[in-house]
């Protein structure tokens, strides 16, 4: 199974060469085998690419995320899809009905707050009106979340981890800097996957935004948030800008080791199994049969968090 991440930083020239990348930088020549990588993340607008490499990498099921001049990911190529029985599986989701995807909504939105209230009750747990509100949230989710408590969970969650006063949305704050870094390296693995396992990402459980090809990741992805929530929460708080060391640790959260089920694995094997797992509980109609990509997992390990 592929695993490595690709990190590139102002290469001059990309290309492809007996199913090698080839990275030309300052003068030298670096060759990665396709079949070892997942996903490259190319910063710096200079960069040439080649369509004989962008055409390899869809064979390879690679995703290529490129980067804004402020170093924030801004958009993904991935293969269209690569699944051999995929006008099955096609078939397959078109006949989610509405109560089908409001039911596993209301499962993802179970996952997420579980989730918050854990981060919160190892990283903070003095913050308990803050844990206990969570808990009511988690109480209160109905199909489809149509009483929205994961807007009312996310603000209370930020709220208590970070400051009272911090607002997701400022682009001025570096934590928020670091966590879009890191979501959006977690949603390029996920497109990855359920492009690669066969499923349209356009055709969303909540998100259906027509101009987005991305809705089913968008959905799948609220579990594993919380996962680089944690780690910017140890590492990056007092951090004074995202450098490139820290950009390369979010890229490696993917290689991180966690805990599921009482065996270690990797979180980019846990996603895998998260998304096939998802497959086959929401054809069956049975959100019990999914897995829960549960933070201790993380918090737990030895050389963790």
Not at 28 to 34: A, F, G, K, R, T
Not at 237 to 265: A, C, F, I, P
Request: hydrophobic content about 40%.
């Amino acid at each position: 199974m592929s695993w490595r991440v690709v990190l590139i930083n102002q290469g001059e020239y990309l290309n492809l060469k007996l199913d090698n990348i080839i990275i030309k930088k300052g003068g030298l020549d670096y060759s990665i085998p396709l079949s070892d990588i997942s996903i490259i993340v190319v910063e710096g607008f200079d960069t040439i690419i080649t369509t004989r490499l962008l055409d390899a990498l869809t064979k390879y099921n690679i995703s290529l995320v490129t980067c804004d001049n402020c170093k924030t990911p801004s958009g993904v190529f991935a293969p269209l899809n690569g699944h051999s029985r995929v006008s099955k599986l096609i078939k397959e989701q078109i006949n989610w009905d509405d109560e089908l995807k409001g039911l596993f909504w209301k499962k993802i939105i179970e996952m997420k707050i579980n989730n918050q209230i854990s981060v919160l009750e190892n990283l903070k747990p003095k913050e308990m009106e803050y844990i206990e509100k969570l808990y009511g949230y988690l109480d209160d989710i109905q199909l489809g979340d149509t009483t929205k408590r994961e807007g009312h969970a996310a603000k209370i969650y930020f709220n208590s981890l970070f400051d009272i006063d911090f607002i997701r949305e400022d682009k001025t704050l570096v934590i928020n800097a670091c966590l879009n870094y890191g979501y959006a390296i977690i949603r390029a693995y996920l497109a990855r996957l359920t492009i690669g396992y066969g499923l349209v990402g356009y055709l969303g459980l909540f998100h259906r935004n027509e101009y987005n090809h991305f809705n089913l990741t968008d959905d799948l992805i609220e579990p594993f948030r919380q996962f680089v929530d944690c780690f910017v929460y140890e590492n990056y708080r007092d951090k004074e800008y995202l450098s490139y060391e820290m950009r390369q640790e979010l890229v490696d959260l993917l290689n991180r080791q966690v805990n599921n089920d009482g065996k270690k694995t990797l979180l980019c094997n846990l996603m895998e199994n998260y998304v096939i797992k998802f497959i086959t509980a929401i054809n069956k109609r049975d959100q019990d049969l999914m897995v829960f990509p549960d933070i201790k997992g993380l918090l737990k390990v030895e050389d963790g968090l």
